[in-house]
């Protein structure tokens, strides 16, 4: 007789992009409740909408997540309307000395990418050598991976979680980390001790995954490979897989507040490089 709704419908609603589905296109099934026949609209995006349509509706508003209030400043106004109640940070970071035009092959890549990381919540890696082959970024990768070992040699305690826009990335991601394990043992034992980390019996350890699967994780920081970037050609694509799609803005609120701590990102473009800003996931 009562019903309670939880949720939020600025994150990624139930999604199947990167699973195969059984059904034949169809939007629609006739489902028998008490002798009723009833049509059930399965482009709906979720149960959540449909209440959210129907019911009174009350924001919970309070931010817990982040602990600078600059890593939910984005979200809070792109996607909340500013809504959010947040803790205001007790210092403005200031930004003049970006990094900028890194690139992942320099001997102390690594040493620099966690210097900037750990110096303000919010840093921006721009590689200089990235490039965009079979949906991949391998520079990205592997300076991603300098970056983990980095952290992991100085015992910052910070708990690890790595983002990345398509699984193919992901992939890659995963691919790097082994390969510069494989040539450092020391880097080895560690990674493998972070990966099955737990603090207060709770597992808390170092992660890789991809827009689709990292809803409901946090990490104190988050390192988001950006991935996309000019190809061989130098030709830069708008094909942004799932980000492209309806509801690819929410994908990205969804990567976006992950970080207890520090965010960092890592990037081989810059804003101007993406064009097709009529699209919302894009322009986000």
Known sequence: RQVVVVGDEMQLPPTSFFTSSSSEGEDEIIAEEEGE????????????????????ASLLAWHYRSRHESLISFSNAAFYEG?????????????????????????????????????RPISYHRLG??????????????????????????????????????EAQQNAIEVALEALAAEDADFDTRLEREYVR??????????????????????DVIILSICYAPGPDG?????????????????????????????????????????????DGAAA
């Open 37 to 56: 026949r009833i049509a059930i609209n399965l482009d709906s995006e979720s149960l959540l909408n449909q209440a959210a349509r129907s019911v009174p």
């Open 129 to 166: 050598d990235g490039v965009y082959v079979d949906r991949r970024n391998l520079p990205e990768a592997h300076h991603i991976a300098l970056t983990v070992r980095e952290l992991l040699r100085r015992e910052t305690s910070l708990s690890l979680g790595i983002v990345a826009f398509s």
């Open 235 to 279: 030709k830069m694509l708008m094909n942004f897989g799932p980000i492209n799609q309806r509801g690819g803005e929410k994908r990205l609120n969804v990567i976006f507040s992950r970080a207890r701590h520090r965010m960092a990102v890592v990037s081989t473009i810059q804003a101007e490089a993406i064009t097709n800003v009529h699209n």
């Open 198 to 219: 737990e603090d207060d019996d709770q597992f808390n350890g170092l992660f890789v995954k991809n827009l689709e699967n990292v809803q409901g994780d946090e990490r």
């Open 83 to 119: 809504r959010l109640v947040t803790i205001p940070d007790q210092t403005i970071e200031q930004d003049n000395d970006v990094l900028l035009s890194l690139r992942s092959d320099h001997e102390d890549a690594g040493s620099a990418a966690a210097d900037a990381l750990l110096a």
